[in-house]
């Protein structure tokens, strides 16, 4: 990915915290980390979360699991920034792109 598209993906979600500040976070990669994952995951409600591996994608049901990927979502969400916090981070960032090389 070129420079400009992640400036212009960095500009966008600036823009979406200002407006859904309690919905937009972002965990930084230098700050606390309350709890680390090994894939991305997707929670609907409390019915199912789909999580993406290497080799495949999974659906998880059980109640029990879920349980585990609600905790999970609970201790990256004390890890993120919101609001104002992460559009300083993403203005940092923006910096860091303008400044450094290709």
């Known amino acids: 990915m070129g420079k400009a598209c992640r400036g212009e993906d960095l500009r966008r979600e600036s823009h979406a915290t200002a407006f859904r500040?309690?919905?937009t976070a972002i965990i930084p990669a230098a700050g606390e980390r309350h709890s680390l994952t090994q894939?991305?995951?997707w929670m609907?409600?409390?019915?199912?979360v789909r999580i993406e591996t290497v080799s495949a994608s999974l659906t998880i049901t059980q109640p029990r699991d879920i349980a585990l990927y609600a905790r999970v979502f609970e201790l990256l969400r004390q890890s993120a920034?919101?609001?104002?916090?992460a559009r300083r981070l993403i203005g940092r960032a923006l910096r860091d792109l303008a400044?450094?090389?290709g």
């Open 39 to 41: 894939g991305s995951f």
């Open 81 to 85: 920034l919101y609001g104002r916090d």
């Open 21 to 23: 500040a309690d919905l």
């Open 44 to 48: 609907f409600d409390d019915t199912r």
């Open 99 to 101: 400044e450094g090389p």
